[in-house]
């Protein structure tokens, strides 16, 4: 029996840190679009103002 507690035990922190790195990259991956998105923005507004003059 005990060697089937320390398989669960390994899985289940093995899915846990799989999931922490997972849960980072997500993030990371948030904030680019965010950035992009702000970059996109910053350019239309100048067109803008470059077509309104």
């Known amino acids: 029996m005990k060697p ?3 398989i669960a035990a390994t899985l289940a922190l093995s899915l846990t840190l799989a ?3 997972t849960w980072t990259g997500v993030k990371q991956d948030a904030k680019e679009v965010g950035t992009a998105a702000g970059k996109g ?3 239309a507004g100048e ?3 470059g077509v309104a003059k």
């Open 19 to 21: 999931g922490c790195n």
């Open 47 to 49: 067109k803008i103002q």
């Open 41 to 43: 923005v910053e350019k």
């Open 4 to 6: 089937i507690a320390w």
